[in-house]
């Protein structure tokens, strides 16, 4: 059962959405009119930004392509920064339209650990400037074949499914200890620490692990909601909640991202973050003025 959203949120922004053009399904002032309408002050797009010079070898090219969001995947960074360009300047110019919304251009941008990574997404974030940097890891890289995605891992079998997930993790945690200090910026958040458990898979001991090393490195999280009413998803999410405080502690800042791909999952499952005590304990953000202080997201 989905838990839809409601108006009036405690929670003020919502800055993990997805839009028509790329693997979203409304349009761009679509998502605005539809964040007013439910009380948020603030939108921000955040589009995916994964290049990767094989990515059209990898197995979900072909669904991605007959799902009409194969654009998502570059294999040029040239190709994926105009289709940025041209989203921006859709975005930005609605904010004279709706001067009582902050709308803000993000981008969710895979991590990947391949030679030129750091070029290119240095590249790319200093000549598109984004008000901010999802940091997200759909994939684990298999170099000239491409990449695989949670699905992937999901039907490799029983034995090579688990080992590839604890590829994952492990990749996960070298994303948490990456060395920013060489680069022009800084993801300002990671998405989705629990993305496998969106296909049913999980190892709680090296999520868990994956964690700690956010913490530790400073790195920002979000709480995604659109994952909490999935069939796959366990039925023990609150209890997580719990867990993630008494792990991350008051060092880590954490956010809530509805990962909206249309208007009607704006704010889903906010109220059952809103309503948990656990997160009085850590550096939880429930509005956009905070937010912006603790993790650098720029507003115009």
């Known amino acids: 059962m989905v838990t839809m959203s409601t108006k009036n949120h405690k929670i003020d922004y ?3 959405t997805h839009t028509r053009g790329f693997d979203g399904r409304n349009t761009v002032e679509e998502m605005v009119i539809a964040a007013k309408a439910l009380g948020f002050n603030t939108i921000g797009f955040s589009n995916h930004f994964i290049v990767h010079p094989n990515i059209k070898k990898s197995k979900m090219y072909g669904y991605a392509a007959r799902g009409g969001y194969e654009n998502i995947y570059n294999d040029n960074v040239d190709n994926a920064m105009t289709r940025f360009a041209q989203h921006y300047q859709e975005v930005r110019s609605l ?6 919304m902050k709308i803000l251009c993000g981008m969710e941008m895979d991590w990947f650990q391949y030679d030129g990574w750091r070029d290119m997404a240095n590249y790319a974030v200093a000549r598109l400037n984004p008000d901010y940097v999802i940091g997200a890891m759909h994939f684990i890289d298999r170099g000239a074949d491409g990449a695989l995605n949670v699905h992937d891992i999901k039907n490799a079998g029983p034995r090579e499914s688990g080992r590839l997930l604890r590829e994952y993790y492990q990749n996960l945690m070298r994303l ?7 680069m022009g910026f800084r993801f300002n958040w990671v998405a989705h620490f629990d993305l496998p458990r969106k296909v049913g898979l999980y190892y709680e001991d090296m999520e868990n692990a994956a964690l700690n090393d956010l913490a530790r490195n400073s790195m920002p999280i979000e709480l995604n909601t659109a994952l909490m009413t999935r069939p796959n998803y366990p039925s023990v999410v609150k209890g997580r909640a719990d867990k993630i405080a008494q792990i991350a502690g008051s060092g880590i800042v954490t956010l809530a991202s509805d990962d909206a791909h249309d208007a009607s999952r704006l704010g889903l499952n906010f109220d059952m973050v809103e309503s948990w005590t656990e997160w009085q304990n850590i550096n939880f953000c429930n509005n956009f003025n905070m937010l912006k202080k603790k993790i650098g997201v720029r507003a115009y």
């Open 95 to 100: 904010r004279e339209k709706y001067p009582d």
């Open 176 to 182: 948490a200890e990456f060395d920013w200090r060489p």
């Open 14 to 16: 919502t800055l993990h």
